[in-house]
């Protein structure tokens, strides 16, 4: 699969250590698990010290990493939601950013990845070693459906232009979603983007521009159980007509003083998921309170 970091070489390590054939060798993380980790907005500089807003990304995402392989033998897997880059999708961005997700990819969990305003699609995959010619769902676009036991993730684009803060999928790519949806109705669908939904006309819009062309295709579809989503460095928990819509915070730095960093622990049942926020600050009132939230039948 050309579109998420795989433990290849760990696991073909292991194989061969084991004197095992790869068809007989165990995966090294949880594949029948229905708990993951989710982080949003790591927004890794160009080096390791580079600082935002008074913090150090790369120490932030170090402890979530830290925190991410705690759990690693219960996990299926780790899902990076957009905004891996500082500011513009920089290749010494994405090198940084590799390295310190390498513990993850190290310890066999697979990675799976969304695309925010503030990277850059070909820089990413050749920092992932992807073939950028590769046939895709979506041509030029970075979508695809992650099947889990419990679930069905479907992972959107919405990046438009570099360091410009609004996103959008477009026509071809809410195509492939409503076919895509329609086509794995057997189980709950979760569908993750990077921009935030515009659902507030009276402010700006810094945020998904399609958005109410999203809804028209999720809200009818009663198997969509969840939209999980990023942008706004914020953890919250909202619903619209039954659908859950999950910001999640970024790992990075938040915009507002009261909104805390870190990632969340997601744990999926037949009819619900048990959400858990890791912050970095203990302190936070919401960090560590699970959140039962129920799926909509
Ligand atoms: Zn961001």
Not at 39 to 54: N, Q, V
Not at 76 to 95: H, Q, R
Not at 117 to 135: G, I, K
Not at 195 to 211: F, I, Y
Request: aromatic share 6%; net charge neutral; proline share 7%.
């Amino acid at each position: 699969m050309p579109l998420h970091l795989l433990p290849r070489r760990a696991f073909l390590r292991r194989a061969l250590l084991a004197g095992t054939s790869l068809l007989a060798a165990r995966p090294l993380f949880a594949a029948e698990s229905s708990r993951w980790a989710l982080l949003s907005d790591t927004h890794i500089g160009p080096k390791p010290d580079t600082l935002a807003r008074e913090t150090n990304m790369a120490d932030h995402l170090r402890t979530s990493v830290q925190e991410v392989l705690a759990l690693k033998s219960s996990l299926a897997g780790v899902f990076v939601n957009g905004d891996c880059a500082l500011k513009a999708g920089l290749l010494e961005e994405y090198a940084t950013f590799t390295a310190l997700v390498q513990p993850l990819v190290a310890a066999g969990l697979p990675l799976h990845f969304t695309l925010g305003n503030h990277d850059d699609r070909a820089h990413f995959w050749q920092a992932l070693q992807v073939a950028a010619e590769a046939a895709r769902p979506v041509p030029g676009k970075h979508v695809s459906v992650v099947k889990s036991p419990l679930a069905n993730w479907f992972l959107l684009d919405s990046l438009d232009v570099v360091d410009k803060a609004p996103g959008k999928l477009e026509a071809a790519q809410r195509d492939w979603l409503a076919k895509s949806l329609d086509e794995h109705k057997d189980k709950p669908a979760l569908v993750m983007v990077h921009h935030n939904p515009h659902l507030d006309p009276a402010k700006p819009n810094g945020a998904l521009q399609d958005t109410a062309e999203l809804l028209e295709i999720l809200l009818p579809r009663k198997h969509v159980k969840a939209l999980f989503f990023g942008h706004s460095h914020k953890w919250d928990l909202k619903e619209r007509d039954g659908l859950h819509l999950v910001n999640l915070p970024a790992v990075a730095y938040p915009f507002a003083k009261d909104q805390p960093t870190g990632w969340v622990d997601c744990r999926l049942t037949a009819s619900s998921t048990t959400l858990e926020l890791h912050a970095h600050n203990a302190q936070h009132p919401a960090h560590g309170k699970p959140v039962e939230l129920k799926w909509r039948s």
